[in-house]
């Protein structure tokens, strides 16, 4: 049986015992920034616009007037939060079944993006939406016809998923 060496940690001298040198870098560090010029955006006038990767709102892609979820349920499956519900029903289209209830609770939604991960038709992603108010409770409960936006609204994202699962 053979014994694996085990790496020592180097000795610290007297001043790295105090750690003065890590304090005196955290410190000039918090200087730099401190004065730095400010940045305000102006936020109702001057809007955000986020990249492609950006998490906002989950919506469901609609694609010739059609939405692309086939009512698999593995986006509910994989939610941690378990903030979505889906029921599927079958259709004489090409695709076998549809979503005829599809909604998600936004108050325990976490943008994880576990959902917009594992569907197969990449019906379900994560939109550019970052403005989201609620006046009840109910209202936070969007189903499809407030998750539905048309397939070219979401070129950057759906690009972006293209080109992420090609790496």
């Given at each position: 049986m053979k014994i694996?060496?085990?790496t020592k940690r180097e000795k610290l001298n007297f001043l790295e015992k105090l750690y003065i040198p890590e304090i005196a870098k955290g410190l000039t560090l918090s200087l730099k920034?401190?004065?730095a010029p400010k940045f305000t955006r102006q936020y109702p006038e001057e809007r955000?616009?986020?990249l492609?990767?950006?998490?906002?709102r989950p919506v469901l892609v609609e694609e010739?007037?059609?939405?692309?979820c086939v009512a698999c349920g593995l986006c509910s499956r994989v939610c941690p939060a378990v903030a979505?519900?889906?029921q599927a029903a079958e259709t004489a289209d090409e695709k076998e079944r549809y979503p005829i209830l599809f909604e998600i609770n936004m108050l325990r939604c976490i943008y994880c993006g576990y959902c917009e991960e594992v569907c197969p038709e990449e019906a379900i992603i994560m939109s550019q939406d970052y403005e989201l108010t609620f006046s009840s409770r109910e209202t936070a409960i969007y189903d499809k016809s407030k998750l539905l936006v048309p397939k070219e609204k979401l070129t950057n994202q759906?690009?972006?998923?293209?080109e992420?699962?090609?790496i």
């Open positions: 694996d060496k085990v920034y401190m004065f955000w616009e986020p492609g990767s950006y998490r906002g010739n007037g059609k939405e692309r979505i519900e889906v759906l690009r972006f998923l293209i992420y699962r090609n």
